[in-house]
């Protein structure tokens, strides 16, 4: 929040506690009514400021307020409405500014999404291609082949597998609910590499990185470091069919993708036993 809003947050408010202040103290409904009208002043201040000007204003409020636990005529239950204020203006101004600038990121984050442009020549795409130990991975590289074969495409093919003695582990269940290891998924790797030159695309283009998953981390996560890492501007994956309960239990990576990743992601849909 800027100097200006500053000033202005600072005349209201004493303006606010002075007449509050002035009020007879045998008035103390008036009091309680007065008392709300500082919420406004501390919302305003961390919806401009975030959680350090919201904070700022909770702890200047409460300072200002101070002065009302010396009412001579004060009842017990007045004296615990004025702690229970205490208490709101300091959750009201960190809980607003946390949403505040929690909203500036989401914000920031769509308008990054919005400016990043699939380039108009397709065949000079650097693809990240997410692969796993399904045959719809080997359709998915097979159709993906054949509509968008060129010499200029750079190919990522990458892959996670388990470790072994983690496929039992519940982690494994809840992030990765089937145990790819490392060997069959070399094998799909070669298998993909095979299909995507066999369509023309050239070796030389197509490298390889496929890592052990790490524990308690989503797939969508690492999908996304990599393709950030590797400079990629296209994500290519197989979208399997799930249904409702399966997707609510273990989460569905092409969907999870499609809300985290800033660059265009193409799923291609089937099943693990159809083609697609």
């Not at 919005?114 to 795409?125: A, F, H, P, S, W």
Request: charged share 20%.
């Amino acid at each position: 929040m800027d100097k200006k809003k500053w000033i202005k947050w600072i005349g209201v408010t004493m303006t606010l506690a002075i007449v509050h202040a002035l009020i007879p103290h045998q008035n103390l409904m008036l009091h309680i009514f007065f008392r709300l009208g500082y919420l406004p002043l501390i919302i305003y201040a961390a919806l401009h400021g975030g959680k350090k000007a919201g904070m700022i204003a909770s702890i200047a409020v409460s300072f200002v307020f101070l002065p009302h636990f010396f009412f001579v005529n004060a009842t017990r239950e007045f004296m615990a409405g004025t702690i229970a204020a205490l208490i709101l203006f300091n959750f009201t101004g960190f809980f607003v500014g946390v949403f505040k600038e929690s909203l500036e990121i989401d914000l920031s984050r769509r308008k990054q999404q919005k400016q990043v442009i699939l380039t108009t020549d397709v065949n000079r795409q650097k693809v990240l291609f997410y692969f796993d130990d399904t045959p719809l991975s080997l359709s998915t590289a097979q159709w993906f082949g054949t509509h968008f074969n060129s010499l200029e495409i750079s190919l990522t093919l990458f892959s996670i597998y388990t470790k072994e003695g983690e496929e039992n582990a519940k982690p494994a269940k809840k992030l990765l609910p089937t145990p790819f290891s490392k060997d069959s998924i070399e094998k799909r790797l070669h298998e993909i590499e095979y299909v995507l030159i066999n369509n023309g695309f050239l070796p030389e283009k197509i490298v390889f990185h496929i890592v052990p998953r790490p524990p308690m981390k989503l797939i969508s996560e690492i999908v996304v470091e990599v393709a950030a890492q590797k400079g990629c501007n296209l994500m290519l994956l197989p979208k399997h069919e799930k249904t409702k309960s399966e997707e609510f239990l273990f989460g569905d990576t092409a969907i999870q993708l499609l809300r985290k990743a800033s660059i265009p992601v193409l799923a291609v849909k089937g099943t693990q036993e159809k083609t697609v």
